[in-house]
């Protein structure tokens, strides 16, 4: 069996990386700020992202973005907005997750969908805001976001024992039988006994090289071959306490498949650091299949949505015009191999699924309904985040929230609930 673990930006804000959307949204604020106090009133500004006719007063440099715009409109200094879509995502309060800004560009791109045909209206200021518009402005909205992450993980040093040994000991652990889903253990039973039913010819040689101690092969081979039932006799065996002697189901190779863009993943790819428990150490095989801040991977950062399975995906696709499509998760996929090293290692062997800061959202469904609804996938387990909240001293955590938008990747939700392992046999990503 193999593992696979999603890393999402939980992970890095684990290990205390300012990469929230709002550190982001923040940072670039200040920056704003500090760049209109610099420039003289009555001049004019302009960066990227917006143009000033005119700096009217000082009162600037403490405005919110609301403020701002209340300001330079009164004052009739000139604002123009040159990254609509990053202006709007500014002004958005509700925004939390990198996952609502992809869920807004899709919002948006319908938007522009809707109205491709319409005219703007006799005398009005505003020009029409097209699919060519939208895809300059939001890769550029990428592009603000790459320097970002840079300047975060560069200024970064991983200095804290506790929460890498914690975080390892969570990957790297034996696999606990009692997350296997009822599925999983009938095919791995039904696989086990195709190898056991012959077992008095030739593939009884394979099969007892499948049992760690050689005085007992004999022995439980004889005993549940020549039982009433072999096959159920087995089913039973291999998950008692006398059978996880013998029937090892601990990962051969664990995947980090990384959402993130930051290289955090690989200050664990030596996985016996601080371990509590010693098994055998499985190869670990790194994906980062959103790409990477860093040029030299030759990985270019993908984002965008990648829900295949909304309703009004289709109607994109019957636009036969590739613009529209030019920022889907599922085209940009096909730049890199990475997606499918993914299929090829689901496909290898039976799997099982560690949900490490990955909020498992609606803009990577695709992706997920993948992995989760494949015939190999055993288990799935989020991590959760716990807080203490500050009024009530009470202790709260996400892990419903986390079921929830797991729910809606999956299509049977039958499959759902067999293999996600409940509250009960989760813990949080650090306490």
């Excluded at 990469?19 to 302009?46: A, C, M, S, V």
Aim: proline fraction near 4%; include cysteine; charged fraction near 25%.
């Amino acid at each position: 069996m193999n593992r696979i673990i999603l890393i999402g930006n939980g992970f890095d804000l684990a290990h205390g990386l300012k990469t929230r959307y709002r550190d982001f949204i923040n940072h670039y604020w200040e920056q704003l700020i500090l760049r209109l106090k610099e420039t003289p009133i009555g001049h004019p500004f302009e960066n990227d992202e917006l143009a000033i006719r005119q700096i009217p007063y000082r009162h600037l440099q403490n405005a919110s973005i609301t403020q701002l715009s209340k300001i330079l409109e009164d004052f009739n200094s000139g604002l123009i907005i040159k990254n609509r879509f990053f202006w709007n995502i500014l002004k958005k309060s509700h925004i939390e997750l990198w996952v609502d800004i992809e869920q807004e560009f899709y919002n948006e791109l319908n938007r522009v969908i809707d109205t491709r045909k319409k005219e703007a209206p006799i005398g009005s200021n505003v020009q029409k805001y097209t699919i060519g518009d939208l895809n300059s402005d939001f890769h550029n909205t990428i592009l603000l976001l790459n320097e970002y992450l840079t300047k975060v993980e560069s200024e970064y040093k991983l200095d804290n024992p506790r929460i890498k040994s914690q975080l390892n000991d969570h990957m790297f652990h034996p696999t606990e039988l009692k997350n296997l889903s009822l599925d999983s253990i009938e095919k791995l039973s039904n696989q086990e006994f195709e190898l056991l039913k012959d077992s008095l010819s030739s593939v009884r040689d394979n099969y007892e090289n499948r049992i760690k101690i050689p005085g007992k092969k004999r022995e439980i081979i004889d005993q549940i071959h020549h039982s009433h039932d072999p096959k159920n006799r087995l089913k039973t065996y291999m998950f008692s306490e006398q059978g996880k002697a013998h029937f090892d189901f601990n990962p051969n190779t664990t995947l980090l498949l990384n959402f993130n863009y930051t290289s955090t993943h690989l200050n664990y790819i030596k996985p016996n650091l601080n371990r509590l428990v010693e098994v055998r150490s499985p190869s670990v095989m790194p994906i980062q299949i959103h790409g990477s801040i860093y040029p030299n991977d030759d990985n270019p950062i993908i984002f965008g949505f990648g829900d295949e399975l909304d309703e009004q995906y289709k109607r994109i696709e019957y636009l036969n015009d590739n613009k529209y499509l030019e920022f889907i998760k599922s085209i940009q996929y096909s730049n890199r191999n990475n997606y499918k090293r993914l299929l090829e290692f689901i496909e290898s062997d039976f799997f099982h699924v560690l949900i490490m800061g990955h909020s498992c959202g609606i803009s990577d469904r695709t992706l997920l309904n993948t992995i989760f609804e494949h015939d190999n996938c055993a288990f799935i387990k989020p991590y959760y985040y716990q807080w203490k909240n500050q009024n009530d001293q009470k202790v709260y955590n996400n892990y419903s929230d986390i079921v929830r938008n797991i729910s809606r990747n999956f299509n049977s939700k039958a499959k759902m609930r067999d293999r996600l392992v409940n509250y009960e046999m989760c813990s949080p990503l650090i306490e």
